[in-house]
């Protein structure tokens, strides 16, 4: 499917869905708008029946992804940032946005709900679902679908309302040290993938087997070690004399068969690396 479509990653967002706050944390706009998919045009019916959106829906209702993410950033304005419920979310709009070759005409900066929520609410570092915050702190939203973008993005603001958020957000940035993690845009230069790899250590050996080589000048980069960044994200910093510094990012799956069984994927994507991308793999090296 991966091969057949062109789609380097997991999946295709089919829904953006945010409120604006202000400074008081009360709720003053709202946004949605629904995408219909381009490289993966057949839903998976276990994803129909956890978001209740149909592919008619989107046939009849949605727009390209440039288009909604277009409207999205139009919507966060110049002076806005972003809170989502963990990082997964904002990892994908930003595999969304490279893969539709969308323009982000600014950095803009990001913040993890959850991860302020656990720290300032329960002295940790643990995940925590967005029900159990709710659970937690007494929140009631009776008339709200969960797993549905609009009305996740209002439970978080409301859970945002009910604890200290604005000291967990200062104490956060205070912590970072000026290293704060931002929405941004990349250009996609190069995509390679490999396929039927049998075992995970066996991974980066084969993506690597295809040099990577600069964009511009065709002369293989010089790679920094490889990083974690999150669950089946890899990163690193690839340089060349003449062009400088390009990203070279992993995205590992796999696949299971009744006729090989279990198999590892992987799309070594090259692109850009803009300050927040540097940053990132500063941090996590």
């Not at 829904?15 to 944390?25: M, N, T």
């Not at 205070?174 to 996609?188: E, I, M, N, P």
């Not at 396929?195 to 066996?202: A, L």
Request: charged share 25%.
């Amino acid at each position: 499917m991966i091969r057949r479509s062109g789609f380097p990653f997991t999946g295709e967002i089919i829904q953006i869905g945010a409120v604006k706050l202000d400074e008081s944390l009360d709720i003053v706009d709202q946004f949605e708008v629904f995408i219909t998919p381009k490289f993966l045009p057949v839903m998976h019916h276990s994803v129909e029946q956890l978001t209740h959106i149909t592919m008619e829906k989107l046939r009849r209702e949605g727009v390209s992804f440039k288009r909604g993410c277009e409207q999205f950033l139009q919507f966060i304005g110049d002076n806005g940032i972003l809170l989502s419920w963990g990082p997964d979310d904002i990892e994908v709009l930003m595999d969304n946005a490279l893969c539709h070759k969308v323009n982000v005409p600014r950095e803009v900066p990001w913040y993890d709900l959850q991860a302020i929520y656990a720290r300032t609410v329960h002295h940790t570092s643990q995940q925590y679902a967005l029900q159990k915050a709710m659970d937690d702190l007494g929140v009631k939203a009776p008339n709200l679908m969960a797993h549905n973008g609009l009305h996740d993005a209002v439970c978080a603001a409301m859970i945002a309302q009910r604890f200290p958020f604005m000291r967990g957000l200062q104490v956060l940035q205070d912590a970072q040290k000026g290293r704060t993690r931002y929405f941004y845009g990349l250009s996609r230069h190069e995509q390679k993938i490999f396929e039927s790899i049998v075992t995970q250590p066996r991974i980066f050996r084969q993506s690597n087997r295809a040099k990577t080589r600069c964009p511009q000048c065709k002369e293989p980069l010089r790679l920094e070690p490889i990083v974690g960044v999150v669950k089946h994200r890899f990163l690193s910093m690839g340089s060349c004399k003449e062009h400088g510094t390009f990203g070279v990012h992993w995205y590992v799956g796999k696949s299971v068969s009744k006729h090989v069984g279990l198999r590892y994927f992987i799309s070594k994507v090259v692109t850009n690396a803009p300050k927040g991308l540097q940053e990132l793999y500063a941090r996590k090296k």
